[in-house]
């Protein structure tokens, strides 16, 4: 697929509408990017390094017909990366009661699924994804750029279903197993019961697991992969999160003294003593 002809991300500046300073909102911080704000239509957000790449993947993914993402719109006054507000309505940072629903965890699934396919062919041109910390990860090598951050925060609902995704702050190369498999590690989810969130304790790992991987469609062997590719992924990112907190501090930092990484832990344990069920819960 050609991508359609138009201004490169590193020289597009974005002129405000008249008038549309006036209808501001403060957005709710995530873990890591702080300081984003709607403006009308738009979303303003820090500018990172690999902003100039992600801008690239949306135009891809606008021209490749997916709707489920922001667009780039360029750089404001203040330096600021703008794209499209998406409306609708995200999780908070303990995902509420309406977020357990089986249609909207299937519809998540299948959203991810549409990504991917769009996200096929695409080859960064004039910016690339910083490369990741810490000991390689054959996924990180991968031809397909990924979103890799599909928790319930970053999926915008409308109607009950998955409509959008935002926040590709993380996106970069990788599997589509990796990231369908890492966006279900957020959504069923898959973690030791004592982390479970307020309301969620009677929720069934199991059941939920099967309808993520058929909505996206696993593949049998797939399928089987499920927890030893969990278990190396829960190993890679507790190494990543403790370069990531020593090293860029902030919002790493925050999470690390927070105990992201006994949690992380605790995942692994619960995915090594739980493997054999998981796989007869997606193959049977």
Excluded: K
């Amino acid at each position: 697929m050609s991508p359609a002809r138009r201004v490169p991300v590193d020289s597009r500046v974005y002129a405000p509408a008249p008038g549309e300073a006036s209808d501001v909102e403060i957005m709710p911080a995530g873990d890591v990017t702080d300081g984003v704000v709607r403006v009308g239509g738009t979303i303003r957000r820090p500018h990172q390094p690999q902003s100039l790449a992600v801008a690239e993947y949306l135009d891809w993914l606008e021209d490749a017909g997916f709707e489920g993402s922001p667009r780039f719109l360029g750089r404001d006054a203040q330096g600021r990366d703008v794209l499209t507000f998406v409306p609708g309505r995200c999780a908070g940072a303990q995902p509420e009661e309406w977020t357990q629903s089986e249609d909207l965890l299937a519809s998540v699934a299948r959203l991810v699924r549409r990504l991917h396919t769009a996200s096929a062919g695409f080859v960064p041109r004039a910016h690339s994804f910083p490369p990741r910390p810490v000991r390689p990860n054959p996924s990180d090598a991968a031809a397909l750029i990924c979103h890799l951050d599909v928790t319930p925060q970053n999926v915008v609902v409308r109607g009950g279903l998955a409509a959008g995704l935002v926040d590709f702050d993380l996106a970069g190369p990788a599997t589509a197993l990796h990231d369908s498999l890492n966006t279900a590690m957020h959504w069923v989810p898959l973690r030791d019961p004592s982390d479970a969130w307020p309301g969620w304790e009677d929720q069934d790992p199991f059941r939920r697991l099967r309808i993520f991987a058929d909505a996206y469609g696993w593949t049998e062997n797939e399928r089987r992969r499920v927890p030893v590719a969990g278990i190396d992924a829960a190993a890679l990112s507790y190494e990543r999160m403790r370069h990531n907190a020593a090293v860029l501090g902030g919002g790493w930092a925050r999470m690390w003294e927070d105990g992201v990484g006994g949690l992380i832990n605790r995942r692994r344990a619960w995915l090594e003593a739980n493997a054999e069920p998981l796989v007869a819960a997606l193959t049977r």
